[in-house]
């Protein structure tokens, strides 16, 4: 089956400092990929839509100047954190669809 | 589906027995599909489960099973046997159109007691 390769899974960060997270694609190509946001015991809400060789969408309310999303190439897309603050703490999870959905492991973002 | 509905935020099962998930949908399309995931507290998204609107058959997996009922709007989860490994959070979810981004449900924490 298809994977998705998610880093890091973990990450502690100043408060200011920007993070950037990946999701490459292992074992397929994919023009699309999901950014979700899920606080604890929460649902997963899609912050945007990243497209190879596009502009990426965002969904009403994500701040698209501190959510930098590129997706540069059919493998590989990428989600900036950009001079996060400890509201920015959260899960952070991708998934592409191909076979079904395949989502990666997810990123826990911590900001002190 | 535009809109999943998962209203049972805790559910308690003892071990070997089975529970039943709800998940209600909203949507106005005549095809779409049904998704299940389980994420335990690693966080990975496990997928379970897919029913399409046209199946004919409620859909199995293992010890999972879909009771589809299309005209009440109703895809609810069904776990038989339950085991504590089965203790994680679980997903309702589906996608406005085809491979289109997945609106997901509420969730249901579901705790497998010994």
């Known amino acids: 089956g298809a994977v998705v390769s998610q880093h890091p899974s973990r990450v502690i960060c100043k408060s200011g400092t920007s993070v950037k997270i990946e999701c490459r694609y292992l074992?397929?190509?994919?023009?699309?990929m999901f950014w979700y946001r899920q606080f604890p015991k929460q649902s997963l809400m899609l912050m945007a839509t990243?497209?190879?060789?596009?502009?990426?969408?965002?969904e009403q309310g994500v701040e698209k100047d501190k959510f930098l999303i590129n997706h540069a190439s059919l493998t590989l897309s990428t989600l900036t954190v950009t001079s996060a603050h400890p509201e920015d703490s959260s899960f952070y999870i991708c998934?592409?669809?191909?076979?079904?959905?395949?989502f990666g492991s997810g990123t826990r973002l911590t900001v002190v | 589906a535009q809109k999943i509905t998962q209203t049972q935020p805790g559910m308690f099962v003892q071990e070997k027995e089975a529970v039943t998930l709800d998940c209600t949908y909203d949507?106005?399309?005549?095809?779409?599909?049904l998704f299940w995931y389980k994420q335990p507290s690693s966080g990975e998204m496990i997928f379970l489960i897919y029913?399409?609107?046209?199946?004919?058959q409620n859909a199995t997996e293992g010890r999972y099973s879909l009771n589809f009922q299309k005209a009440r709007k109703s895809a609810n989860l069904v776990i038989s046997a339950s085991q504590l490994g089965d203790s994680a959070m679980y997903f309702c979810?589906?996608?406005?159109?085809?491979?289109?981004?997945?609106?997901f449900g509420q969730g249901t924490i579901l705790t497998v007691h010994p």
């Open positions: 029913q399409g609107s046209y199946d004919q």
């Open positions: 949507t106005s399309d005549p095809s779409y599909g």
């Open positions: 979810a589906s996608p406005p159109t085809s491979y289109g981004k997945l609106t």
């Open positions: 074992d397929f190509q994919a023009t699309t």
């Open positions: 998934s592409a669809p191909h076979y079904g959905y395949t």
């Open positions: 990243s497209n190879e060789g596009s502009k990426a969408t965002y």
